[in-house]
């Protein structure tokens, strides 16, 4: 069974850094492009990074160009998003995801990914 775990969300004010990390279980990340998305309260979910799966290819979206930085570590089979200079609008629950075939392209796509993590909660106050 594949699992995906995110952690390092949480509170923090304008202006300020957060780091995200995806844990995987059952699947080695190395080998997966990963997706970051996020979701704020009555909007859809939406694409933020996406890494291909080795690593030397990554995609953002316009909203977060500049202030976030997909990366993998494959000696720890993660996946961090470093999320800076945060905004209010940056407010949301984050998933990391994976898509179902190994040594892919990245994809900004939500459909292109069927397994998601729980997602973390992140707050950025004013």
């Known amino acids: 069974q594949v699992l995906l775990v995110e952690s390092g969300g949480g509170l923090v004010q304008a202006g300020g850094s957060l780091r995200l990390s995806c844990a995987a279980s059952?699947?080695?990340?190395?080998?997966?492009?990963v997706g970051w998305f996020r979701q704020a309260p009555g909007k859809e979910r939406e694409f933020v990074a996406a890494v291909n799966w080795s690593g030397d290819t990554k995609s953002y979206a316009d909203s977060v160009k500049g202030r976030f930085t997909i990366s993998k570590d494959n000696s720890a089979n993660t996946v961090a998003l470093q999320m800076n200079s945060l905004k209010p609008e940056d407010t949301a629950v984050y998933y990391c995801?994976?898509?179902?075939?190994?040594?892919?392209?990245?994809?900004?796509?939500?459909?292109?990914?069927?397994?998601w993590g729980q997602g973390t909660q992140v707050t950025v106050s004013s």
């Open positions: 995801a994976a898509p179902r075939f190994a040594f892919t392209d990245l994809w900004v796509g939500i459909h292109e990914y069927d397994v």
């Open positions: 059952g699947r080695t990340l190395s080998r997966y492009a």
